[in-house]
């Protein structure tokens, strides 16, 4: 929702855009975890620091909430029979009631291929069955006939779930904006320190930066943790194709709200602290659950200036692609105006951008404010 102060500012996708150096975006992680830089950008002149200072500025009694979905190996390489290559980014694993055999098998993704099969064709997944992979039948579009996404079936050798296929054959899923092929480094920091529930195809960026050191030190100044699951789906780097904000029709989401994590957060409002939310992908969650009273579900929500928040006060996120929804949602945030002089403070000072870069924390302000 809107107030009347926000409301009459009109904004474009081009406003969302800026000038980024390439040898800026990170291609690798930093050294360590919380040796990446933090700017502090509650306030303008920000001040500069190093992530591990984050427990320093926050309170005792503040709750940091935490996405803690985990990234699958969701990048598949594979084969028509007639030899033709192709590649599959699953995007998720359909539960029993959303598969048209009632199994746990299928899967819906992304299908890079010269000429997209006819449905029940099957295709050669890392060498396909006889070659030690496994195959996958082509079921169509997903959810429907226009769907830009694709539904198929998988069989491994002795009946392997969907993530256990991905686990043995699949590649880390990297953004676009990374040029190397994935490592045993990427194995390993493309993953929070906490991931618990499998499914994501992009991590939460901003968890990225928590090591054991820092929730140390979080738990030592009486910072509260709570979690949330949102599996992070590829739609998080589609750009957008129209200049009229209105016009963008956002990707779904599959997230869930733990009970302990609902009450964690009355339980913050009650003694005054404040909601801390880790990454975009949490304030998607949160807020959407604070308008749909649904703990569980589906979400496509799009936060854009004039959104009235109802749960987060601070948020700790990394730097994002120019015209990017993520753009307009810490826009929504902080503030349009505070933002891109952040960013063009952080551009100046070589702060590190997306995935594998520098972190900053956000405060909100009040609607009239944006």
């Not at 620091?49 to 926050?58: A, G, K, T, Y």
Request: charged share 20%; with cysteine; net charge negative.
């Amino acid at each position: 929702m809107s107030s009347p102060a926000s409301a009459a500012r009109t904004f474009t996708v081009a406003d969302f855009d800026f000038s980024l150096p390439d040898d800026l975006i990170a291609q690798h992680p930093a050294a360590e975890r919380s040796a990446s830089r933090l700017l502090d950008g509650r306030a303008l002149p920000p001040e500069d620091r190093i992530f591990r200072e984050l427990p320093d500025l926050l309170n005792a009694g503040d709750l940091l909430v935490f996405n803690d979905t985990q990234v699958v190996k969701a990048r598949l390489f594979g084969e028509k029979h007639s030899g033709g290559k192709l590649e599959l980014l699953i995007e998720r694993v359909l539960l029993p009631h959303e598969a048209l055999d009632g199994s746990a098998q299928e899967v819906v993704g992304h299908l890079r291929v010269s000429k997209k099969p006819q449905p029940g064709g099957r295709l050669l997944m890392a060498g396909g069955l006889q070659g030690g992979g496994f195959d996958a039948e082509f079921l169509g579009r997903w959810p429907d006939e226009q769907g830009q996404l694709f539904r198929l079936r998988l069989q491994g050798p002795t009946g392997e779930t969907p993530y256990e296929l991905m686990t043995r054959h699949g590649h880390v899923p990297l953004p676009p904006y990374i040029t190397h092929t994935d490592d045993a480094e990427d194995e390993r920091r493309y993953q929070t320190v906490f991931a618990r529930v499998p499914g994501a195809v992009a991590a939460p960026t901003a968890a990225l930066h928590f090591d054991e050191g820092v929730l140390a030190a979080l738990d030592a100044r009486g910072v509260q943790r709570a979690n949330v699951t949102l599996h992070v789906g590829a739609g998080t780097f589609a750009p957008m194709k129209t200049e009229r904000i209105e016009e963008h029709v956002m990707h779904h989401e599959r997230y869930a709200i733990p009970a302990e994590t609902v009450q964690a957060i009355a339980d913050c409002r009650a003694r005054g602290g404040r909601v801390v939310a880790v990454g975009t992908t949490t304030v998607r969650t949160l807020e959407s659950w604070a308008r749909s009273g649904d703990t569980t579900g589906d979400t496509n929500i799009f936060i854009t200036p004039g959104f009235d928040f109802r749960v987060v006060d601070l948020l700790v996120t990394n730097f994002h692609l120019p015209k990017s929804t993520l753009m307009m949602l810490v826009s929504a945030f902080a503030g349009f105006d505070p933002v891109m002089a952040l960013y063009q403070h952080a551009i100046a000072q070589r702060y590190r951008f997306f995935s594998y870069g520098d972190a900053m924390l956000l405060e909100r302000l009040p609607s009239s404010q944006i």
